[in-house]
């Protein structure tokens, strides 16, 4: 285990509850890191850190995870400097020399390039996002890497599926796992499994130096935001339903929907023979509630994860 995580599990005033909360954040990881195939023997995953909670809270379990996972791979946690004003360029260096993990710090001023494109006004987000990305990519086959890891959690996920949903016209999510377009870097989000809420917690208690997300000026996208708060109030008021969102993304039934590229209506004839079968009149499946379990239960579970970790 990592030095950070080996003080704070010897720290008395991290409670039984927080170790709960690290056991079933690592275990939720290691889950969806087999399920997709995410990290294998003699991978170079490099983690990008942002110095947000997420990209914080991913490079900690990542490494807690590896002290005793059966297979062997390197981490390089890589930050991107992009010159934003008021950017500290010191707290990521200084973070990752006293955790010990090797580092890549990458300096390049794209907040400039951004500033002069774009209009007062406007969001600066898809083009900042796009040079980004470029460089994320340039560096991982600069230090070798085989995998870029980044921070994106459950919730990102279920809010991209609806903004595609409400405003492109697509049932679309973030995949864990994807090919770049060239072919040459695998992305993985090992957090895929994992709410913001819990990751928020696990952060607060681990007491990150956190940076800042704003320092650009631009602010979140408000159609996102909109999402953001819609999903939260159903969590509010109807338990369970984010869990099942989720889980509806791991259970998609072609044959129920409307798209020819995915399933082929014009040839469905008599005798045809369909997976789940004529449900055309039945009333919608709901799951009882005796099948909804509850967190607290589940991160009680003694049990290995799924990436062959002891817990």
Known sequence: MDAQLARNDADPEFSNTFLRLKKYL???????????????????????????????????????????????FRIVAMNLDQKQPGFPDHVLPAYFEKLGVEYRIVTEDTYSIVKSKIPEG?????????????????VAREIGATK???????????????????????????????????????????????SENDVERFARAMAYPIIPCNLCGSQENAQRKHIKAMLREWEQQYPGRIDSLATSLQNVVPSHMQDNALFDFKGLHRGTQVAEGDIAFDAPETPPASRIVPIASVMQDPERDSFGCAQ
């Open 148 to 194: 870029i890891a980044l921070g994106h959690h459950r919730d990102d996920m279920l809010e991209t599926l609806f903004l595609n949903m409400f405003f492109g016209g697509r049932i679309k999510s973030m995949p864990p796992k994807l090919v770049s377009d060239d072919g040459k870097n695998v992305v993985i989000r090992p957090l895929a499994y994992c």
């Open 122 to 138: 406007k969001t600066t987000c898809s083009l900042c996002s796009r040079l980004r990305r470029g460089i994320i990519y340039r």
């Open 26 to 72: 690592e275990r939720q990881v290691g889950r969806a890191i087999a399920d997709f195939n995410m990290i294998e023997d003699g991978d170079v995953v490099m983690v990008c850190c942002s110095g947000g909670k997420d990209s914080y809270s991913l490079l900690s379990i990542l490494l807690a995870l590896r002290e005793r996972a059966p297979i062997d």
